[in-house]
T-cell receptor
Framework: GAGVSQTPSNKVTEKGKYVELRCDPISGHTALYWYRQSLGQGPEFLIYFQGTGAADDSGLPNDRFFAVRPEGSVSTLKIQRTERGDSAVYLC??????????????FGPGTRLTVL | AQKITQTQPGMFVQEKEAVTLDCTYDTSDQSYGLFWYKQPSSGEMIFLIYQGSYDEQNATEGRYSLNFQKARKSANLVISASQLGDSAMYFCAMREGVENSGYSTLTFGKGTMLLVSP
């Protein structure tokens, strides 16, 4: 079946602008995660959704970052007043939460955000 | 303290040889999971292998095996018979806190770049 998809694959914006990044998880996966990967680093957790609600947003760096998942499937990560330091690859992952399972997270190809 | 430590920034191996990528972790949880992902230059994170903290046997998936040494808190990835297509960044990651929160996020190491030469 189809994997996790993310759009756009690349986004170039100017400092101060607003951007939206979209994630379409694997069908049937109830858990959805956003991570941010800076150059030369491993991904860092931003926010986790179980269904429609954000169960954990402790990784969001500040209140310029916000994410929604209104129908429990597609999610949008929103960044207001972008700064050059927001430049990174934003990765989305989804998993099927099962009791006793590995809850393996499957990742999308990422969105490379560049803030000029 | 770092939760996941990958001490090898880069590794070189010849095609058809085996290679071990190191990973040590730090957790006080009894129940946790360890994952390895491959990230080629295209950027996508590809799941390779999983080891649960209660699994008694080392995980294997084709040419990948995980050398799990719980007392030493290490979870090294072994790739047998390396292929040119194995050249990529490899990330070790840990899932913890499931028993307390009922869900998991992943903490990643900084990665090891593997280059396979002909």
């Amino acid at each position: 079946g189809a994997g996790v998809s993310q759009t756009p694959s690349n986004k170039v914006t100017e400092k101060g602008k607003y951007v939206e990044l979209r994630c379409d998880p694997i069908s049937g996966h109830t858990a959805l995660y956003w991570y941010r990967q800076s150059l030369g680093q491993g991904p860092e957790f931003l926010i986790y959704f179980q269904g429609t609600g954000a169960a954990d947003d402790s990784g969001l760096p500040n209140d310029r970052f916000f994410a929604v998942r209104p129908e429990g499937s597609v999610s949008t990560l929103k960044i207001q007043r972008t700064e050059r330091g927001d430049s990174a690859v934003y990765l989305c992952a989804s998993s099927l939460i099962q009791a006793g399972g590995s809850d393996t997270q499957y990742f999308g190809p990422g969105t490379r955000l560049t803030v000029l | 303290a770092q939760k996941i430590t990958q001490t090898q920034p880069g590794m070189f191996v010849q095609e058809k040889e085996a290679v071990t990528l190191d990973c040590t972790y730090d957790t006080s949880d009894q129940s946790y999971g360890l994952f390895w992902y491959k990230q080629p230059s295209s950027g996508e994170m590809i799941f390779l292998i999983y080891q649960g903290s209660y699994d008694e046997q080392n995980a294997t998936e084709g040419r990948y095996s995980l050398n799990f040494q719980k007392a030493r808190k290490s979870a090294n990835l072994v790739i047998s018979a390396s292929q040119l297509g194995d050249s990529a960044m490899y990330f070790c990651a840990m899932r913890e806190g499931v028993e307390n929160s009922g869900y998991s996020t992943l903490t990643f190491g900084k990665g090891t770049m593997l280059l396979v030469s002909p």
